[in-house]
């Protein structure tokens, strides 16, 4: 069965930072590409970046380029989603998503809540 | 502002059917694969339909997807009320290199 299991969200001030992981199980980690997907409460599914299966090429959204970074370790079947210059705006839950390919995510974690408050 | 074009709300009787819309362009439906996801309240999405008409092990054929063109349709008949949900339609977008969604859909089922 596939697991995707989100952490390492929280509350952090205006301008601060935060990193995600996704830790997956039940598949071959290393064969697909991973996404984060995010949420605020109340809204729709707004994209944030995906990343191929062995890294070497990632996308983002305009909305968070040059502040987000995606990366993953297939060793250790986790994702990331290091998250600097968080603004309020960024406040919402993070999904991580197994990729069919970029568009189409097969399978969703549980999503991490991620508030960015004074 | 979504790239993609869904209706806020749908509505219809226990039984009945119903359609949600997905309206893109050439750089994004009218080349790429749809994909249509449900979320009922609370829960994370989770796919409905893949490759514009495809449905994932243990979703009812009760659920369909078509797509022509630039535009994208999810059908669903045999209504029930635990099909009240958020649906989104998503895809890659060619020229953005982006993923992109729809901005939703509400489900009720009267």
């Known amino acids: 069965e596939v697991q995707l299991v989100e952490s390492g969200g929280g509350l952090v001030q205006p301008g601060g930072s935060l990193r995600l992981s996704c830790a997956a199980s039940?598949?071959?980690?290393?064969?697909?590409?991973m996404s984060w997907v995010r949420q605020t409460p109340g809204k729709g599914l707004q994209w944030v970046s995906a990343?191929?299966?062995?890294?070497?090429?990632?996308y983002y959204a305009d909305s968070v380029k040059g502040r987000f970074t995606i990366s993953r370790d297939n060793s250790k079947n986790t994702l990331y989603l290091q998250m600097n210059s968080l603004r309020a705006e960024d406040t919402a839950v993070y999904y991580c998503?197994?990729?069919?390919?970029?568009?189409?995510?097969?399978?969703w974690g549980q999503g991490t809540l991620v508030t960015v408050s004074s | 502002q979504s790239v993609l074009t869904q209706p806020p709300s749908v509505s219809a009787a226990p039984g009945q059917k119903v359609t949600i819309s997905c309206s893109g362009s050439?750089?994004?439906?009218?080349?790429?694969?749809v994909s249509w996801y449900h979320q009922l309240p609370g829960t994370a999405p989770k796919l409905l339909i893949f490759?514009?008409?495809k449905r994932p092990s243990g979703i009812p054929d009760r659920f369909s997807g078509s797509k022509s063109g630039t535009s994208a349709t999810l059908g669903i008949t045999g209504l029930q009320t635990g099909d009240e949900a958020d649906y989104y339609c998503?895809?890659?977008?060619?020229?953005?290199?982006?993923?992109?969604f729809g901005g939703g859909t509400k489900l009720t089922v009267l």
């Open positions: 998503a197994k990729d069919r390919f970029f568009g189409s995510s097969a399978s």
């Open positions: 998503g895809t890659w977008d060619g020229s953005l290199n982006v993923v992109v």
């Open positions: 050439s750089s994004n439906i009218g080349n790429n694969y």
């Open positions: 039940g598949f071959i980690f290393s064969s697909y590409a």
């Open positions: 990343i191929t299966t062995g890294g070497d090429s990632t």
């Open positions: 490759d514009n008409n």
